[in-house]
């Protein structure tokens, strides 16, 4: 609207500004030399302002706009901050409080960490702490669908070969291995310049006149372990020999004409007593329990998932090897042979699932498995006794040896390599008809569709097949959390996934059959395709003893120097044995620092 510009004529006695209608022109007001106008819609008059004044005023209206705009912004920040928080200390509360926490990872197919026993020596060695973090990390929510999100972005690298009507797809091409220095020779050639030979042989003492000699004065055992002590008397002895112990909450005893027979049951201390007559003679037993409390050496070394390739219906490995690798995991378990001299150690490695094809086309784009076991024998076959696990699967290839959809191997495919070990040791394998062999389940969907998020790996199924001891036995778990639980099987029937057997990974299980030799004792070291491995070794040895290096940080030379192991076993998948991670985890078991 166009304002009406009036002119000022003067002041009237009362001071008002006189106006006069009949000009259109502006004019000064007398007082201030200003000039008005008139708005007609207010009716009101304002100042004609000058340019320099629009300009001042305009300048503070920008400023005061601009204030404003910084105001509101730091209060929507400070809404958004408040919403944030309010998330996620919702999300944190809930994580802490949450009830039915998982134990077990539908998507990584295993247990999940438990929350850590409280001790003294936990607390203050900060494995309690520990384990709290692993407890709250491996558990918060909706964890397996972050992880199965991961796992599908992974698998947008996929690309598909038309190799005819089975169809060969690969998942995941990998990366070439390279061949660089792992530091694993380093540190193998510095105990070749450093480490001496420590192992002293005691000398044997005569048998006192008149009295008992022990094989053993003094052991240390952890739970579940056991051992057996035996008596020499002297001519001049008479009457039967009788066993007793002080503390049997600790130290279960049984005996006959050959010895004693051990079983430690809870930690502490307890004497053994050996009578004949009037000559007697003891052995002080110490039990420990062992804690963990949470650790992980790095869980994901078990298994790589570099070159899955689908064919037909079923999920398969690509066989990796690398020279260097093999040969400083050939190097770490010679290691173990120089520490444990009076042991027999062996190495069991595990083929991948594709030397079940039979496809030409399809072999000629892989490593040839036959050549890598080949070479693997000429390089650890010389250090250790190198299991040929290679040729009695080939041989059995037709059957049922690996699941389609998970990672692992079946246990028809593990009792395979269990009867190329025990033959190669000298033993005799038990055959299938020593087992009750039942089905857990039909209708099994492993870990692969969870690696890949392939839809057509989601329609695998799989059959678990359970081959059941007929022998009574006790397996003596020690979890993650260090909690010990302890079953009369080592399959649990319950469980239908591949985590029925030993209860899945634990840091530390001991397996007794008391009808066996209890002086045959086996120490297995292994990756998860030990699970399904380890319950056959019950129809051979008294006492198993299995470490998972990648849970604990026990020293297995300290641990089982008192055990008399008749056997050291390590037993990995290939690609954990072409991996410098695996090496490292072994030695540092073995009590060798390790950067």
Not at 56 to 70: A, D, H, P
Not at 104 to 117: C, G, I, N, T
Not at 430 to 457: Q, R
Not at 535 to 551: C, H, K, Q, S
Request: proline share 3%; aromatic share 10%.
């Amino acid at each position: 609207m166009t304002p009406t510009v009036r002119s000022y004529t003067g002041i009237s006695e009362r001071g008002e500004v006189k106006v006069n209608n009949n000009f259109g022109n502006r004019h000064q007001d007398p007082r201030r030399g200003q000039s008005y106008v008139n708005d007609r819609q207010s009716g009101a008059y304002r100042p004609q302002l000058s340019p320099e004044e629009k300009a001042r005023r305009e300048k503070i209206k920008r400023e005061r706009i601009r204030r404003e705009i910084i105001r509101r912004r730091k209060q929507a920040d400070f809404r958004c901050l408040v919403v944030v928080a309010v998330i996620f200390g919702l999300i944190a509360f809930f994580n802490i409080f949450q009830f039915n926490r998982p134990t077990e990872s539908e998507v990584e197919k295993r247990k999940l960490a438990e929350f850590p026993h409280l001790t003294f020596e936990s607390l203050t060695s900060g494995d309690f702490t520990e384990g709290i973090n692993l407890y709250f990390a491996d558990t918060f929510l909706f964890r397996d669908s972050v992880v199965s999100l991961s796992k599908k972005l992974d698998s947008l690298k996929g690309y598909q070969l038309d190799l005819g009507d089975g169809g060969f797809e690969v998942l995941d091409p990998g990366t070439e291995k390279d061949e660089d220095d792992s530091s694993v020779g380093d540190i193998l050639a510095g105990l070749e310049d450093n480490t001496e030979d420590d192992t002293v042989l005691p000398d044997e003492e005569p048998v006192p006149a008149g009295g008992v000699r022990l094989n053993k004065t003094a052991l240390t055992l952890t739970v579940g372990g056991g051992a057996v002590l035996t008596a020499e008397l002297d001519e001049s002895v008479t009457g039967d020999v009788t066993w007793s112990v002080d503390n049997s909450d600790a130290v279960e005893l049984t005996y006959d004409e050959t010895g004693a027979k051990l079983k430690a049951k809870a930690s502490g201390d307890a004497v053994v007593t050996c009578k004949a007559g009037d000559a007697m003679a003891e052995c002080k037993v110490k039990v420990e329990s062992v804690t963990f409390g949470g650790v992980d050496n790095g869980g994901t070394a078990d298994f790589m998932t570099n070159g899955l390739f689908i064919y037909g219906d079923a999920v398969y490995t690509k066989p990796w090897y690398l020279e260097n690798y093999a040969s400083e995991y050939g190097d770490t378990l010679a290691y173990y042979k120089k520490i444990f001299p009076n042991s027999r150690v062996s190495a069991c490695v595990i083929p991948t699932s594709a030397i079940r094809i039979d496809n030409e086309e399809i072999k000629e784009k892989l490593p040839d498995q036959a050549e890598i076991f080949t070479r693997l024998d000429e390089l650890i076959g010389t250090k250790v006794n190198f299991v040929n696990t290679y040729a009695e699967m080939y041989n059995n290839r037709d059957e049922y040896i690996y699941f389609r959809s998970d990672h692992h191997w079946t246990q028809r495919g593990a009792y395979y390599a269990y009867k190329a070990f025990v033959e190669s040791v000298g033993l005799e394998a038990a055959e299938h008809d020593d087992f009750d062999i039942k089905t857990l389940t039909d209708s099994y969907s492993g870990s692969m569709y969870e690696y890949t998020k392939n839809e057509k790996v989601k329609t695998f199924k799989d059959t678990v097949e359970a081959f059941m001891s007929k022998k009574k036995l006790t397996m003596t778990v020690t979890d993650r959390s260090g909690a010990v639980t302890v079953y009369d099987t080592a399959i649990m029937e319950s469980s239908k996934t591949y985590s029925a057997f030993l209860c899945g990974d634990n840091p530390y299980t001991v397996i007794n059959v008391p009808e066996n030799p209890q002086d045959r004792n086996i120490l297995v070291l292994k990756d998860s395709y030990g699970n399904a491995f380890v319950p056959f070794l019950a129809e051979n040895y008294g006492n198993i003893m299995v470490v998972d290096t990648r849970y604990t940080t026990m020293n297995v030379k300290e641990t089982f120097a008192d055990y008399d192991l008749t056997d050291i076993l390590f037993i990995n998948n290939l690609e954990a044995a072409n991996s410098p991670a695996w090496a490292k985890m072994y030695l540092r078991a073995a009590g060798v620092t390790v950067d």
